[in-house]
Every structure is written in C-alpha cells, then in structure tokens.
C-alpha cells in the first residue's frame, strides 16, 4: 500500500509535469487530478481554443499508460466507440475489435457534437467501469478514466448532454482565460513546437492506482458526511432547481475531497476541500426550471449560496 507521502509526491510529479505545458492552469490541473485520483470522470466545457484538449492529452502524456482519442461528430456510432464483432470466414466465428473506450485515458473530444444515442453508449462505461456488446460483458481497465470536452450548447451543431451523462461526471469546470503575461509565455513557448512533443511519462500506472487507492483511505469524519450531504440536499429544495443534486453528486463530492486533502498533504478531509470543490462537483448536475434561468439564477449561482447558507461543522 503506498503512504501518503509518496502518493503526494505521484500528484506532485503529474501536476509538475503537465505545468510544462499548461501555463496558469494550476488549479484546473487541480481538480482534473482530484477526479484521476477519486475514480471519477471530467467535462471541460469552454470556448475553443482555450487548451482543453492540451490539458487531456498532457495528463494522458505524464503517464506510462493507453491513451485513446475520439473525436465526436454528428455521424458517430455507438460501435465507433465501443467496438464491433465481426465475423471471421477462416475460423467461422464472430471475433471481437475493442473500440477507443478499451484504454486507461479516453479524451472524448467535442462530445456534445455526436448524437443522443451515441453519447449513451458511454454511459455504462463511465458508470460501472463495463461495456455491453452483443449481449456479453466485458470489463475495462482498472485505472478508466474519461476527459471530456465540450464547447459552450449555445454553438451550433451542438446537442445537450442528458441528465443522466452528465451525472456520470463527477466534475464540470472551465479553463477560461490565462493571464497576458502567461498567454505571452504561451506564444514563446510554441515559437519553433509544441511543448506538448517533448512530454515524457513521468509516472505510471501502477503509482496512479496506488494514487487512487491512498485516496480512498484518507479519513473523513461523520460530521463532514453529514456536512456534504447538508450542501446536496439543500439543492434538492432550493427555489427555481428543477431537479436538485443526487446521492451520486454526494459520493464524488466525498472522494475528490479526500483527494485534494491528499494533495495537501493531510490524513483527514477538512470543510476547506470540500467548499473548493462543491461547485465543479454539484453545479453541472443541477437543472433549472426555466423560469429561473430568465431571472438570472444559474446552477453556479445556486451551489454558491447554499455552501454560504449551510453551517460548517465546528
């Protein structure tokens, strides 16, 4: 079992490594390694242009593990991502070709662009780690791990995720913006090539999934449970929240908390990580009654005032 130390220092190197490449993003490499680490799954959704695939693809390049992109589009099938059983005239039988989704990295690239059908197909896989084909079963890695990337759904050509994907994510959150002065960086940096070309494996995998299983012992105390399930069921009552956060929003609240407790060097969860992330973890699975949208209130909005409104426990 990896100590807590050396698990430090796995989150160190990756977050180190990809600050090569990904200048100012410090806190979204953050939480990107908080979902890696707690065994959940990422939605980066912002403008184009802004790094999000960068982002992917350095995580995916700091660590000695498969690595898959799909490119989602309009006309994409569900066997596209999955894989497809062919028959075999030499053998005559049905062989099997494992689609993208077989890897330890998947970046699924502009996924709101690909039909309501074909972004189900990943539902099983993100949610219990599994792939239904032809009636068989079959089984992913044990590090399976989905950065997603979407632009704004106000672009055209775009579909909405469902409720159900997006509650498959355990965090939503934005690059935005760097800095002039970083964006400078950026340009220097990109001059002659991409830093991304000179990226080398810095960890591998087996130190990741040491990573997520010295997570998973970090402490938390009942009264922060109780404390995060306060902050998601207060978005169930909330006015102008259609449909608030589920049991599953409560459990990925948890475990990235024990994660970012983990990067931070301490053996217990405190109120600090759990605010940090209470709004890329709730917000995104929250939906709006319309009305509510017209006067403004956002799902941000709402997740920002019930952690002002719920008491921390002493």
């Known amino acids: ?4 130390p050396s698990a430090r220092e ?3 190197k990756i977050a180190a490594n990809i600050g090569q490449v990904m200048q100012g993003q410090s806190a979204a490499t953050r939480k990107l390694l908080a979902a890696l680490a707690s065994g959940g799954h990422v939605l980066l959704e912002d ?11 350095a995580l995916a390049r700091s660590i000695d593990a498969r690595f898959k992109r ?3 589009t309009p006309d994409l099938l569900p066997s596209d991502i999955l894989g497809v059983s062919i028959f075999n005239q030499r053998v005559q039988e049905f062989q099997f070709h494992e689609g993208p989704v077989f890897t330890n990295i998947l970046l699924a690239d502009e996924i709101n662009r690909a039909s309501p059908r074909t972004q189900s197909a990943l539902l099983e896989a993100m949610g219990e780690a599994q792939v239904s084909v032809d009636g068989e079963r079959r089984h992913l890695a044990e590090l399976f791990f989905v950065v997603a990337t979407q632009n704004p759904v106000e672009f055209r050509g775009t579909y909405p995720l469902p409720e159900a994907q997006m509650d498959r994510f355990a965090m939503q959150f934005t690059l935005g913006y760097v800095q002039s002065a970083e964006e400078v960086a950026v340009l220097t940096a990109q001059a002659s090539h991409h ?4 990226l080398q494996p810095c960890v591998t995998l087996a130190e990741v999934v040491g990573l997520k299983n010295a997570a998973q012992n970090v402490r938390i105390s009942e009264e922060l449970k109780r404390y995060i399930v306060d902050l998601t069921g207060a978005t169930r009552t909330t006015t102008g929240v259609q449909l608030g956060a589920s049991p599953r929003a409560s459990i990925a609240l948890m475990k990235a908390a024990q994660a970012l407790a983990l990067f931070d060097g301490l053996e217990f969860v ?8 209470a709004e890329p973890v709730i917000a995104h699975r929250l ?5 509510a949208r017209f006067s403004g209130l956002t799902a941000r909005g709402v997740v920002e005032g019930v952690v002002k409104r719920i008491k921390v426990p002493a």
Not at 48 to 56: D, E, I, R
Not at 287 to 291: K, R, S
């Open 10 to 12: 796995v989150y160190q």
């Open 270 to 277: 405190t109120p600090e990580q759990i605010q940090e992330l």
């Open 195 to 198: 830093p991304l070309d000179a």
């Open 287 to 291: 939906v709006m009654e319309p009305q």
């Open 70 to 72: 799909v490119q989602f």
């Open 1 to 4: 079992m990896m100590n807590l």
């Open 47 to 57: 403008f184009p242009g802004t790094g999000k695939t960068t982002l992917a693809k």
